[in-house]
């Protein structure tokens, strides 16, 4: 929704949440002149009414109120402003009673690293392994000391990793699925020798080799972490078990070709997709590449705060499935912390369930999710965005994108270049490179 707190008070934007992009009569002047109904613009002006007509007044008080909460959460991580500027008292009052909710939502400074995110949301309960990753995350903040000092901070961290792999190799062993126990067992080894490796890198005050080390044995950990799971960990509802369905992780590659810069020509993104806390969602998404649908498509939208593309030519504002000749649409997936299975069809404001956490949260520069109607839940089809900027409305760790959105999945590599793309920007191809086998009931037909 169009979440609207006065400028003359707080000096916020005008914001607008990712949404299906609109058809191809105003969609033409969108992508050609940045069409402001897809953009995020500027409330200031030297108007005295901020709308032009009774009938856009009407509509406002009709949005406010069906997104109340989400305005409460927004002014709530703001510092809870007592004042909301122009808004009606009778709004206000019904923003108030959730500002409460907010403070649970903030719990710490908040995870930004793809990677990390793709770990803790792995469907595993093993405290042993996570107590081996936290020390290697760590080093990314030890690196921001400055000069060779931050080395022995470093090498703090390797220690105490090294000793929880020690004291917890057992636990972690027992927990590996049984069919993955020998590869699960390779990558311990291969963890314990780059140990050793990184403690040589610390000795040789060597600063620039200890993050690309770094990123190895994290991905050593995170590849332990997988060989954890065993099966897909529950049952997806009867209405949606015969869609695509990713029941596990993908990762695809996403080239595109980029017009009129003269420092980035092509760009190749890696994006890995979470099948374990969206299989829906990412099932979808995985069928359309694989149907070559987004090749050849260009970027929809690029306006600093989000990268948008999926909108096809003609009429429809979504895939049409041949058969039917009828538009897919699938259902907003939420998971949330501590639930064995996502929710289906209500946003989390919807459900009451203001102060739950996502797995897959709206923190990383390149979050991966579906846009939809803003007012249809389950309106989702093929137009997909990145998340480009942290804002006022939407700063990470509690947001009004998290419960709102289907998120299922994050840029792991080049995702700094995503901030490059602009409208009309190509994409060139999109390939699953891993994980390709972890979808079931694929629509498209597999060349033999």
């Known amino acids: 929704m169009a979440a609207i707190i006065s400028c003359h008070t707080h000096s916020f934007s ?52 069906k997104g109340a909460i989400s305005i409460a959460l927004a002014v709530g991580l703001l510092g809870g402003f007592s004042d909301l500027g122009s808004l009606e008292s009778a709004n206000a009052a019904a923003i108030a009673p959730a500002l409460p909710d907010v403070s649970v939502l903030i719990s710490g400074p908040p995870i930004k690293d793809p990677g990390t995110l793709l770990r803790n949301a792995l469907p595993i309960d093993n405290k042993a392994i996570r107590e081996v990753q936290k020390p290697l995350e ?23 990793a090294s000793r929880a792999l020690k004291e917890g190799r057992t636990m972690i062993v027992g927990g590996l699925a049984k069919s993955k126990v020998d590869d699960g067992v390779a990558l311990l080894k291969k963890l314990e020798a780059g140990f050793d490796e990184m403690m040589k890198i610390v000795e040789d005050r060597n600063r620039d080799g200890v993050a690309p080390k770094q990123k190895e044995l994290l991905n050593y950990v995170g590849g332990v972490e997988e060989d954890m799971v065993d099966g897909f960990p529950y049952e997806v509802p009867e209405e949606y078990k015969n869609m695509p369905l990713l029941k596990g992780r ?13 420092n980035v020509e092509e760009c190749v993104f890696r994006i890995v997709l979470d099948g374990y806390n969206a299989p829906v969602t990412s099932g979808n998404f995985v069928d359309l590449v694989e149907r070559h649908f987004y090749d050849g498509m260009e970027i929809q939208r690029a306006d600093g705060f989000v990268v948008q593309t999926g909108d096809p030519d003609g009429p429809a504002e979504g895939f049409i499935v041949p058969s039917t000749e009828k538009v897919r649409t699938i259902p907003l997936e939420i998971m949330v912390v501590g639930e064995k299975a996502p929710f289906y069809g209500e946003t989390l404001e919807e459900l009451g369930l203001y102060k739950a956490q996502t797995k897959l949260p709206f923190n990383a520069f390149g979050t991966m999710a579906m846009a939809r109607e803003e007012f249809e839940d389950n309106s989702a089809s093929s137009q997909v965005f990145w998340l480009l900027k942290e804002s006022e409305l939407t700063p990470s760790n509690a947001n009004i994108l998290d419960g709102r959105y289907a998120v299922f999945g994050y840029v792991t590599q080049n995702e700094e270049l995503l901030a490059d793309l602009k409208v009309g920007d ?23």
């Open 14 to 65: 005008f914001f607008e949440a990712p949404r299906k992009l609109a058809t191809p009569g105003s969609r033409s002047n969108c992508i050609k002149s940045s069409s402001p109904a897809h953009r995020f613009k500027p409330l200031c002006s030297q108007k005295s009414n901020a709308f032009e007509s009774i009938s856009e007044q009407r509509d406002w008080s009709s949005s406010i109120k």
């Open 138 to 160: 760590d080093i990314t903040d030890s690196l921001k000391i400055a000069g060779v000092k931050a080395l022995d901070s470093v090498e703090r961290n390797v220690r105490q």
């Open 250 to 262: 993908a990762t695809v590659d996403m080239k595109v070709k980029v017009k009129d810069n003269p």
């Open 426 to 448: 190509v994409i060139e191809s999109i390939q699953v490179v891993a994980g390709l086998d972890n979808l079931v009931n694929p629509s498209y037909k597999i060349a033999s």
